[in-house]
Each structure stands twice: as structure tokens, then as C-alpha cells.
């Protein structure tokens, strides 16, 4: 959940801030390469982290949901 | 006979062939509409980054950076990011509760008849803007590239794309149709890396060098007739406040909500994940689909800008053409040839994704779900009215295109973007998230969203304006009036209405019955218990 906030945030920056401030985003940065392509750029290794930390967390879930589902069926059999 | 062509036969051969291989092994409705459930990981991965990697993405954002620069770049970043409202939210949850298609998902706690019909609507809705968008966009490109042969014409081109679609839906099914994704996927992939490298060859593989001819392009503005030289890594070419009189930036973010939010709702890419045997696999193929897609989007800006440093943007003669003509610069007629065949491909097969997800919704949740109450019809008759109806959308299809021929299609794709945004996501997070939600809701929040981003599209200078006389025929825009919203992209205000309505209708007629089935979808969409697996066969 806080990490869907996170990724919207990061997100919407983008747009924000190349909308309201131009001058900013258009300083060169990296020899010619400026903010604005660095920061988009940026996104993309954001939403590959992301995705990477939510498949290990998914992974323990999955885990947590098949020891529940498994003392559930082993608790309804031995009724 | 040129290259261009051998490569198309080769492709239309080698497709058919899939299908007929997918027609053997199509026994039953599992396997018609869901591929049978066998489709690994990184298959679903590629098929998925496959539909996603349509015309617009290749031809489209390449032609946009190679003529506005960094703002082409924006539409990148949404459809990739896109993807973790896709990951994070709709994909395991779909996959769990659902057998064929979204509304499915829907219809687990809510009253079926009247969700299934709105959802149903809904989709075809949605799959037909992009459809008859990509068709256009078929029919413009074959009729460019094999301009030689005289009987190609934009109509002939057409009908072309749109029969063989419909063979391939009709006879291969979601078989046919993903397999055709996949190949197309590595096709695609291995045609932009090529085209990169021979960029970055041509700048002698210095970045630097590369960036700094991209930060200083010299060429005639085709409005001012003016020689000019412009920063094309600068942001503010398409959007910004000089362009577009200070609404540029409003417009920017409607556009990136709609982006983030619609591909969530794209029933055609919701209808891959029920592909696979399980949630996990699905989960997998959504990454496999980001790391595939990401990467393809950042190497179209260097195609792009790749095409306005080498090429110019003065000699590209329409933005969609920047990749192709690329290609012939750097790599001559073969790889022009293959470049063009695999962006035709791209358009077949995405409108084979579509007409199947359509075809699917009408068969699964219109006809048996909606007139027969789910009860008489075999799954057999399912099919049947599926590749009856994928005949019938195709026919349809080819008609609007043909009919539609001179409108914009990014226009079009972003007007399925938007409605999917505005109807399709809102019931879709509620159903999963929200307790109280009710099928009023739903209802409403389908129709809302739906007339909300149609009407404001309408109202829209995509298709208001008023031009003066010299401007004529497909240029001019449908509507001589002042623009009444003055937005291009809807977004940013029918999606919240969407929202809205769903959450109203809800509060407004509460269900029980829904609310009571909420804690058993939970447990179903969130572990999988007693999703449908994988067919035997």
C-alpha cells in the first residue's frame, strides 16, 4: 500500500515538475543531457525496483497463505 | 517483387501456420479463450509486452521525440509505469477471481446480469477504438510500403489486415493469437536493438556525442517556414506553455493519469493474465512484461532522436514514418523492408489480442451469462458464438477504418486509454478493495465513466475547433466551434467522475449480498483458493 502512494508521487513529479518549471528541468546536468531526461529515465529504475521488492514480498505472502490454508484443512479434517 | 513484400509473405505464411498448429490443439472453451492455462511466465511476459508494443509505442513515441523531442519521451514513462498499477493492484486479484474475462472479476459478488452487460459494453467499446485505430494505422502503412503494386490502396490494405485477423481469431483462438504475440515481441525487440546500435554506431558509440548533436537540431519549422535550431532534449516542444498557450501542462498530467490508470482497464491486456495456470505465474509475467517493455521504451528515444539528428525533422514525411525511414538510412531497403513487416505485424497481432478479448466478453459474459443466465449453454456454444462474433467485430472494424480512414489515431488509442480509465479501473479497485460496493455502483460507475470520457472527448479541440478556410478535408476537425473542454485527454477530470458514480451509486443502493461476499473474494483473489487451473490437455 505505502508503496503504491510512493510510485504515484514519484509518478506525478514528473509532469509537475516539467510543466510548471521548465527552466529548471532544462538544465543541462550530465554534459548535455539535462534534468528532465535524467529524471525520466529515473522512473523507469523506480518501477523495476518496485516491482522487484513487491515479487520477495509477494513470495512471503504466498508462503503465509499456504500455512493457512494448510492448518485450515488440517483442522477441519480432524473435526 | 521488392523486399518488402517477400518479408510480409513470410510473416503471413508463418502465422498462418501458427494457427493452423493452434486450431489442432483447440479443444474446448479453456483452450479457445485461455490458451488452456499453459502459457509459462516469461511467455505471457513477452505476449503481454507484445500487444503493449503496438504501433503506437514503436511508430508512434520514436515519430513524436524524432519531431517535438523530449515531450514524446512523457508518453514512455506513463505506459511503463502504468504497469505497477497493473502489478500492485488488478493482476493476481483478476486472475483469482476470474475464468475468461474481467467481468468475471465483477460478477463474483455482484448481481451478474446487469454488471456483465455494462462490462461487456464497456469492453467492446474500449477494443474497438483501438482496434479501428491500429486498422487505420494498418492500412496507412502497408499502402506507404507497398506502394509498387497498384491494387494496394488504403481500402484494399485494409480489408487485407482485417480478413486475416479474423482467421486467426476465428481458427487459432487465444492460442494462435498469444503465440503470434510472442514471436512478434522478439521480432520487434531485436529489430529496435539493431536499429539503436547502428544509431550509436553512426555517433561513433559516444553518448556524448550523441546527446550533444540531439541538444542542438538544426532544420525548417514546417509552420514558420523558418530555418531553426532547437534543444530537442528540452521539455516543452509538444506541452509547453509557448506551444500550447498555457494549458500545455494541465493537459500533460490529464494525459499521465490517463496513462497510468488506463492500461489497468485495457480488457485485452486484464485478459492475458487468465493465460497462465496461476496467480504467482501471472504476478511473474507482469515483471517479465515491465524489465522487456522498459527497455524497449528507452531505446525508442534513441531512435528517435536518433532520426532527428540523422535524418532531420524536415525530411520525415509524417511522424509515424521516423522509425522506418531510419531504418532505410542506416541499414538500406532490407532493413527497412524488416522493420516495416515487423511493425505490420505489430498492428495484426494487437488487433488479434483485441478481437479475441472482445469476441471473449461478448460470448462468456453477454450471450451466456446475460441471455441465458449461465445455466443452459455449454461451453461449446460458448466458442461458437465467440468466433462468431469475432467475425461479425471484424467485419465492423473494417468498416469504421475504412469509413475512418482520415482521423488521427492517437487520437483514437488515447480515447480507449481514457475510457478505460474512467469506466473499467474505478468498478475493477472497488470490487477488490472496497466493501461496501454494490452493483448500482458498478453500473454507474461503467455508464459514468464511460459518457463521461466519451462526451468530454468530444467536447474536446481533438475534435471542436474552428478552422479557417484554407484548411481542408481531414485536417479540418469534426466540430466548427469553439472547443468547450479544453483539454485534449479527458482524464484528468472523467476519471475521477467515474469514481465518483461507482462510490455513489454504492452508498446509494447498498447490497448485503455483495457486502457478505466480500471477505470470500478477499480470501480467493489474495491466495488462490479455488482459482481455475490450468486444462489437462
Redesign the interface.
Known sequence: MP??IF??VY??T???L???W?EL??K?VL????A??LF??S??F???A???V??QK?GK??EQ?RQ??AKESSDSASH | MTPAIWMFLAFVVATLGITVWAAKRNTGASAYFAAGRSITGWQNGLAVAGDYMSAASFLGISGMIALYGFDGFMYSVGWLVAYLTVLLVVAEPLRNAGKYTMADLLAYRLSPRPVRAMASLSTITVSTFYMVAQMIGAGALVKLLLKDIPWITTNTAIIGVGVMMVVYVVFGGMLATTWVQIIKAILLMTGTIFLSVLVMKHFGFSFERFFDAASHITYLDSKTKLEVTRNFLDPGMKFGDAATGGIGKWDLVSLGIALLFGTAGLPHILVRFYTVPDAKTARVSVVWAMVIIGSFYILTTFLGFGAATIIRPDHIVTDNMAAPQLAETLGGPLFFAFISAVAFATILAVVAGLTISASASFAHDFYSNVLHHGKETNPDSEVLVARITAFVVGGVSIFLAIQLQTVNVAFLVGLAFAVAASANLPVIVLSIFWKRFSTTGAVAGLAVGLLASIVLIVISPSLMGIDPPEVVGAKRHLIQMNAIFPLTNPGILSIPIGFLAAILGSLLRPEPEAEAKFEELQVRAQTGLGAETASSH
Open positions: 508503496a503504491s510510485f504515484v509518478y506525478f514528473l509532469p509537475i516539467v510543466g510548471w521548465p528541468m532544462k543541462p554534459g548535455p543531457v539535462n528532465a531526461y525520466a529515465l522512473e523507469f523506480m518501477a523495476w518496485i516491482a522487484y513487491y515479487v509477494a505472502w504466498d497463505a493457512i490454508l
